[in-house]
């Protein structure tokens, strides 16, 4: 027989179930400080309770990637979420990893494991019935097992080699139901073991370029320096014979901040700045009619044509210098990159 209406409360009486505490503005800030300050809570314990057994566990992590093998994550419900959240971290980072859903792992999924893989087991009460069955059986197949849980001495932090143990004494639920200091934490503990993995690996920016060719994040990473700088025509360069003066002039028209100087086969011999000009205005009042080799940079910093932007920003960042010279293969100057450029690929 089908239900009735009757059978389900009305539309009035469900709004009547869930109708609203009215609360004044300094309540609703007053309570989502308390929430915070409990999260920030249980990240401040987390953080001091981190000791050689989360050294081990990221060690491990990471010869396990160095090796050729993968990471498998896996956990139910939120546990699930934060999960494949770090599944997308690990990759970005050149870590290979896999999301394995517990249930379907008994089902055919657990051809996804191989010997010398690692598999990070989450659950915050360390009791989730799925993860129990899952843990034993994977470890047939010589696989690491790792607990992610708050509680050190659960089922499942006795049935893996390994634990990662995060704090989280109370949620931030007023009912201590909803998951939320106990995410957090874990969350926290996940992505710091993420990093750990990225330094241990000296992961660099260029790799994280490859990772990351689409989106704009991608693209400013992956962009080379022939398409951020200034090309012939937009920047200035001469002759390393040519006086100070007609440097300037040559400066002037481009509005570049520097100009690139060549020698008689072509190739880049020094760089002439607006610095270089107001500090021969102070100490020399007749350098505009002496050769600008007397006054240059020779030797200047340099980088190949082709490069990463990512490059250059770094160039940028550590030398604190304003413009740098792209060469081709020859050395000859082919382009200025001005630190102006740079925002085309500075990341925010």
Do not use: W
């Not at 498998?72 to 999301?99: D, M």
């Not at 494991?113 to 034993?136: I, K, M, Q, W, Y």
């Not at 201590?176 to 969350?187: E, F, Q």
């Amino acid at each position: 027989m089908r239900p009735s209406p009757r059978d389900f409360p009305s539309l009035k009486s469900a709004k009547r179930l869930l109708t609203t505490k009215k609360m004044d503005t300094d309540e609703i800030i007053a309570k989502g400080r308390r929430c915070i300050e409990i999260e920030a809570d249980a990240l401040k314990k987390t953080s001091e309770q981190l000791d050689s057994g989360f050294a081990a566990v990221a060690s491990a992590l990471i010869e396990t990637v160095n090796q050729g093998n993968k990471l498998i994550l896996s956990g139910i419900g939120k546990s699930a979420h934060i999960a494949q959240k770090l599944v997308g971290t690990l990759n970005s980072i050149g870590a290979p990893a896999s999301f394995l859903d517990p249930v379907n792992a008994l089902h055919g999924d657990m051809g996804l494991c191989r010997e010398g893989d690692a598999l990070l087991a989450f659950s915050n009460s360390g009791e989730t019935e799925e993860l129990l069955r899952l843990v034993p059986l994977i470890s047939r197949f010589n696989v690491l097992c790792i607990a992610v849980t708050s509680k050190k001495d659960s089922s499942l932090a006795q049935l893996c080699q390994n634990s990662l143990v995060y704090s989280a004494d109370k949620e931030a639920c007023p009912l201590d139901l909803a998951p939320t200091a106990s995410s957090t934490a874990c969350m926290a503990i996940g992505d710091a073991v993420a990093m750990v993995i990225l330094e241990g690996r000296a992961f660099s920016k260029e790799d994280f370029a490859r990772f990351h060719p689409g989106g704009s994040l991608g693209k400013s990473l992956a962009v080379s320096v022939n398409g951020i700088m200034r090309t012939p025509g937009e920047f200035a360069q001469l002759s390393d014979t040519a006086s100070c003066k007609d440097c300037l002039k040559q400066m002037t028209n481009p509005n570049s901040g520097c100009i690139a100087l060549t020698d008689h086969d072509g190739k880049l011999s020094g760089v002439f700045t607006d610095g270089d000009i107001r500090r021969l205005v102070l100490t020399d009042a007749d350098f505009l009619s002496k050769p600008v080799s007397t006054f240059m940079t020779r030797n200047p910093i340099v980088i190949r044509s082709g490069s990463l932007a990512v490059e250059a920003l770094r160039v940028f960042e550590s030398l604190k210098i304003d413009d740098l010279i792209v060469v081709d293969e020859h050395g000859a100057p082919i382009g200025v990159i001005d630190g102006q450029d740079l925002t085309k690929v500075r990341m925010v």
